[in-house]
């Protein structure tokens, strides 16, 4: 991978600088498209999921240890 020297960085920081990208950018404006930009974050709600439960075993496992 190649590495920016200072001046290409300094350039290129120049440039980003003059073409304002981020006045450009406008967002989802349908409603459908809000909807899917909403959930840009969502990983999936299976994780939390299976991790309350495997607690939930080891706690269950730890108590029968005691009883037997």
Same mark, same amino acid.
């Given at each position: ?22 006045? &450009?950018?406008?967002? %989802?404006?349908?409603?459908?498209? /809000?909807?899917?930009?909403? @959930? ?10 299976? &991790?309350?439960?495997? %607690?939930?075993?080891?706690?269950? /496992?730890?108590?029968?240890? @005691?009883?037997?």
């Amino acid at each position: 991978m190649r590495h920016w020297t200072p001046e290409e960085r300094l350039k290129q920081s120049q440039l980003i600088q003059s073409w304002k990208p981020w006045d &450009k950018s406008t967002g %989802a404006k349908t409603i459908e498209g /809000k909807a899917i930009s909403s @959930r840009n974050a969502y990983k999936g709600g299976s994780r939390s999921f299976m &991790k309350a439960i495997a %607690a939930v075993l080891k706690d269950h /496992k730890q108590m029968l240890k @005691r009883f037997h």
